[in-house]
């Protein structure tokens, strides 16, 4: 151990003091300068080390090395005649050379651990191993990779014979060869298949000092080229089964050009490929309209249509459907069957077209847009009514969503995942209607009706002040027995549905009037619910008409984003006789009448008879079109009309004279059904 004495504890003896701490066989025994608060001399008291004003009293045999970093060289002169015979005096100048540089040796190190810790940060990030060894076939390198396919740790594999690591290694001959191998494949003793490529390692002089190997686990490779091989032969037998179905399959891309066709198609329509692939979706139609196309534009099926197709023009019924994947559209699959094979399954495709209609319509509480007090107070009521096996009661004026509603409280009950069948009281005659509802017997032959098939599930009974007195009883019993009776038939048949009526009649009226059962009113009204009109809860309509744009922007295929102030104002201005039904057929009427490139609806493209607000207005309305003016006459009348009937379309027929069939063409072309 060398005892070294520094003279001077100023920015050069405090940095040569902290240097020679660092050192294990290097001891400062004193630290010497005239200021006591020198930088040197206050770190040295904080280690403990003696500090002292004065140097000659401590010029003693103990002392090895004497630093002068004083800068003065009448002292240097002072200590040098001083000094011990053992003692080495180093000049300040030398001190401060030694100083710089160790500092760059440490600078020089302390940038090699960087890069040394960068280069095992990079080399244990990647997903491919990497194993070296040296000349003698020791492992002086294996990285985190490396190690989780091998399962050995880096501690375990570091120093060990390449063998120890991976016993069927072929790193030892690749370094005896000295050739580079690419892309060989090994199975490891952890059971991971991996492909890896060695290389000798060679220095600047040629001489061979090592081999590495980088390797990658291609098992999940090797896996997804089964799945793809699995995929392939799924392919062939999906082409395999068209090509042999004997109904006839089409299927175009999201252009409508054919890409596919099988025999039966063949057969059914007389066309051959080539006369299809690769050609309009109209090139087999003879009579009609492409359902191709139709399903393209709205992404929607389309069931059940009759066209005529083909050279011969043969009748036949079409199913198409669109093809999505990830919700993008690839086109549509079309399924034809010949009329003349269809025939004896006519019944049973009605029954599938009314399960197919009932389960695509499908809406939550999410689908009715509204924050103001009412319309949040009626949700809140129907979401108590999802909750519990209660008959509920729909009250409100026509096109207020009463329909919605029973939707909604469906799919929130316990009954979501079966049937929900809607009935229209008012467009059938008794007779006709019970058949429908309860089914009939004919001899021994029993047909099932609605509640049949929504057993389990919901009945909506739209306009039930509707009802025949009689058909009240009926309804009345399946109320309190849960059984039917079929038409023609006396055997109670048991069913289990949840009952939704709705009304905008004045159902009190009518029982005072003798035209409703007071038993079933009170039997019906258990929960009732009263649905607002849209002029009752106008804050909500900006709400409910970017709803209604953003389903009719999907129907129409448009990317319309709003409305402008002032066309929103006159939405605002209007009273909606008609409700939400008449909102989403204003706003789809000014959505066809858009260029292509609109992307605003204006006021001017509002119908004018919903901008009739003021006198000035009134004038402007006046200089339409004959059939506008008459339009929207038409409309006022049969809106009149209802209020006096109080929604009642039979009196409402009568009244104005017209059949019920004609009646219900006006309400569905005024969007007031």
Same mark, same amino acid.
């Given at each position: 151990?060398?005892?070294?004495?520094?003279?001077?504890?100023?920015?050069?003896?405090?940095?040569?003091?902290?240097?020679?701490?660092?050192?294990?066989?290097?001891?400062?025994?004193?630290?010497?300068?005239?200021?006591?608060?020198?930088?040197?001399?206050?770190?040295?008291?904080?280690?403990?080390?003696?500090?002292?004003?004065?140097?000659?009293?401590?010029?003693?045999?103990?002392?090895?090395?004497?630093?002068?970093?004083?800068?003065?060289?009448?002292?240097?002169?002072?200590?040098?005649?001083?000094?011990?015979?053992?003692?080495?005096?180093?000049?300040?100048?030398?001190?401060?050379?030694?100083?710089?540089?160790?500092?760059?040796?440490?600078?020089?190190?302390?940038?090699?651990?960087?890069?040394?810790?960068?280069?095992?940060?990079?080399?244990?990030?990647?997903?491919?191993?990497?194993?070296?060894?040296?000349?003698?076939?020791?492992?002086?390198?294996?990285?985190?990779?490396?190690?989780?396919?091998?399962?050995?740790?880096?501690?375990?594999?570091?120093?060990?014979?390449?063998?120890?690591?991976?016993?069927?290694?072929?790193?030892?001959?690749?370094?005896?060869?000295?050739?580079?191998?690419?892309?060989?494949?090994?199975?490891?003793?952890?059971?991971?298949?991996?492909?890896?490529?060695?290389?000798?390692?060679?220095?600047?002089?040629?001489?061979?000092?090592?081999?590495?190997?980088?390797?990658?686990?291609?098992?999940?490779?090797?896996?997804?080229?089964?799945?793809?091989?699995?995929?392939?032969?799924?392919?062939?037998?999906?082409?395999?089964?068209?090509?042999?179905?004997?109904?006839?399959?089409?299927?175009?891309?999201?252009?409508?050009?054919?890409?596919?066709?099988?025999?039966?198609?063949?057969?059914?329509?007389?066309?051959?490929?080539?006369?299809?692939?690769?050609?309009?979706?109209?090139?087999?139609?003879?009579?009609?309209?492409?359902?191709?196309?139709?399903?393209?534009?709205?992404?929607?099926?389309?069931?059940?249509?009759?066209?005529?197709?083909?050279?011969?023009?043969?009748?036949?019924?079409?199913?198409?459907?669109?093809?999505?994947?990830?919700?993008?559209?690839?086109?549509?699959?079309?399924?034809?069957?010949?009329?003349?094979?269809?025939?004896?399954?006519?019944?049973?495709?009605?029954?599938?077209?009314?399960?197919?209609?009932?389960?695509?319509?499908?809406?939550?509480?999410?689908?009715?847009?509204?924050?103001?007090?009412?319309?949040?107070?009626?949700?809140?009521?129907?979401?108590?009514?999802?909750?519990?096996?209660?008959?509920?009661?729909?009250?409100?004026?026509?096109?207020?969503?009463?329909?919605?509603?029973?939707?909604?409280?469906?799919?929130?009950? *316990?009954?979501? %995942?079966?049937?929900? $069948?809607?009935?229209?009281?008012? /467009?059938?005659? @008794?007779? +006709? #209607?019970?058949?429908?509802?309860?089914?009939?017997?004919?001899?021994?032959?029993?047909?099932?009706?609605?509640?049949?098939?929504?057993?389990?599930?919901?009945?909506?009974?739209?306009?039930?002040?509707?009802?025949?007195?009689?058909?009240?009883?009926?309804?009345?019993?399946?109320?309190?027995?849960?059984?039917?009776?079929?038409?023609?038939?006396?055997?109670?048949?048991?069913?289990?549905?949840?009952?939704?009526?709705?009304?905008?009649?004045?159902?009190?009226?009518?029982?005072?009037?003798?035209?409703?059962?007071?038993?079933?009113?009170?039997?019906?009204?258990?929960?009732?619910?009263?649905?607002?009109?849209?002029?009752?809860?106008?804050?909500?309509?900006?709400?409910?008409?970017?709803?209604?744009?953003?389903?009719? *922007?999907?129907? %129409?295929?448009?990317? $319309?984003?709003?409305?402008?102030? /002032?066309?929103? @104002?006159? +939405? #605002?201005?209007?009273?909606?006789?008609?409700?939400?039904?008449?909102?989403?057929?204003?706003?789809?009427?000014?959505?066809?009448?858009?260029?292509?490139?609109?992307?605003?609806?204006?006021?001017?493209?509002?119908?004018?008879?919903?901008?009739?607000?003021?006198?000035?207005?009134?004038?402007?309305?006046?200089?339409?079109?004959?059939?506008?003016?008459?339009?929207?006459?038409?409309?006022?009348?049969?809106?009149?009309?209802?209020?006096?009937?109080?929604?009642?379309?039979?009196?409402?027929?009568?009244?104005?004279?017209?059949?019920?069939?004609?009646?219900?063409?006006?309400?569905?072309?005024?969007?007031?059904?």
């Amino acid at each position: 151990m060398q005892n070294i004495l520094i003279i001077g504890a100023g920015k050069g003896g405090y940095a040569l003091l902290k240097l020679i701490e660092e050192a294990d066989y290097l001891q400062v025994k004193a630290v010497v300068d005239i200021d006591e608060n020198a930088l040197g001399m206050q770190y040295a008291k904080k280690q403990h080390i003696p500090t002292y004003t004065d140097w000659k009293h401590l010029l003693k045999s103990d002392i090895q090395i004497i630093i002068d970093v004083t800068g003065r060289k009448e002292v240097f002169l002072e200590l040098l005649s001083n000094r011990p015979a053992t003692a080495v005096i180093i000049p300040g100048e030398i001190a401060n050379l030694i100083v710089t540089l160790l500092e760059e040796k440490n600078k020089f190190i302390q940038v090699l651990d960087n890069k040394n810790t960068t280069q095992e940060l990079i080399f244990n990030s990647v997903e491919e191993g990497m194993i070296g060894i040296d000349e003698n076939g020791i492992v002086n390198f294996f990285n985190k990779s490396a190690s989780k396919m091998t399962q050995v740790t880096i501690e375990d594999a570091i120093g060990e014979h390449i063998y120890n690591v991976i016993a069927q290694s072929e790193l030892p001959r690749v370094f005896e060869a000295g050739q580079t191998e690419l892309n060989k494949e090994l199975i490891l003793e952890s059971g991971t298949k991996i492909v890896t490529s060695r290389y000798p390692m060679i220095n600047e002089e040629g001489q061979k000092i090592g081999a590495f190997a980088v390797f990658k686990d291609i098992t999940e490779v090797v896996q997804l080229a089964e799945e793809i091989t699995n995929l392939t032969e799924i392919q062939t037998m999906l082409e395999a089964i068209i090509q042999s179905s004997d109904d006839a399959i089409s299927v175009v891309d999201e252009e409508g050009k054919g890409i596919l066709i099988n025999p039966a198609y063949s057969r059914i329509t007389g066309l051959k490929e080539e006369e299809v692939i690769g050609k309009p979706a109209t090139a087999d139609i003879s009579d009609g309209e492409s359902i191709h196309l139709k399903v393209l534009q709205t992404r929607k099926p389309i069931r059940g249509v009759n066209i005529r197709v083909g050279k011969e023009k043969k009748d036949v019924i079409v199913n198409v459907a669109p093809i999505l994947v990830n919700d993008r559209l690839k086109g549509s699959v079309g399924v034809i069957h010949d009329m003349t094979e269809m025939r004896s399954l006519m019944k049973e495709l009605d029954q599938a077209r009314t399960l197919i209609r009932n389960l695509e319509f499908s809406f939550s509480f999410e689908d009715i847009v509204g924050k103001s007090e009412t319309i949040q107070f009626a949700i809140n009521q129907a979401k108590l009514a999802a909750s519990v096996p209660v008959t509920v009661l729909l009250r409100g004026e026509v096109g207020s969503g009463k329909e919605l509603f029973a939707h909604a409280i469906h799919s929130a009950s *316990n009954r979501k %995942f079966k049937q929900f $069948i809607r009935v229209n009281c008012s /467009s059938q005659e @008794e007779h +006709l #209607l019970e058949r429908e509802l309860f089914g009939y017997e004919d001899g021994e032959v029993s047909y099932p009706g609605l509640f049949d098939e929504a057993n389990m599930g919901t009945i909506f009974l739209d306009e039930v002040g509707e009802l025949t007195i009689r058909t009240q009883a009926k309804l009345l019993r399946v109320l309190r027995e849960n059984a039917i009776v079929r038409v023609g038939g006396t055997t109670p048949v048991p069913v289990d549905v949840r009952l939704i009526a709705a009304s905008y009649f004045n159902l009190e009226k009518l029982m005072r009037e003798g035209a409703f059962r007071e038993d079933f009113y009170f039997q019906l009204s258990r929960m009732p619910i009263h649905v607002p009109a849209l002029r009752e809860r106008k804050q909500d309509l900006p709400d409910i008409a970017n709803h209604l744009l953003v389903k009719l *922007n999907k129907e %129409f295929g448009r990317n $319309i984003e709003g409305f402008t102030k /002032s066309a929103m @104002e006159s +939405l #605002l201005l209007y009273d909606w006789p008609g409700n939400l039904r008449e909102l989403e057929n204003v706003i789809s009427r000014a959505m066809i009448f858009l260029e292509a490139q609109d992307r605003i609806i204006e006021e001017h493209h509002l119908p004018k008879s919903i901008l009739s607000i003021s006198d000035e207005v009134q004038e402007e309305v006046q200089l339409g079109t004959l059939a506008e003016q008459m339009d929207v006459m038409e409309k006022k009348v049969l809106l009149n009309a209802l209020r006096v009937c109080e929604g009642n379309k039979s009196q409402t027929a009568k009244k104005l004279n017209i059949s019920l069939r004609t009646l219900y063409y006006k309400l569905e072309k005024y969007n007031l059904d």
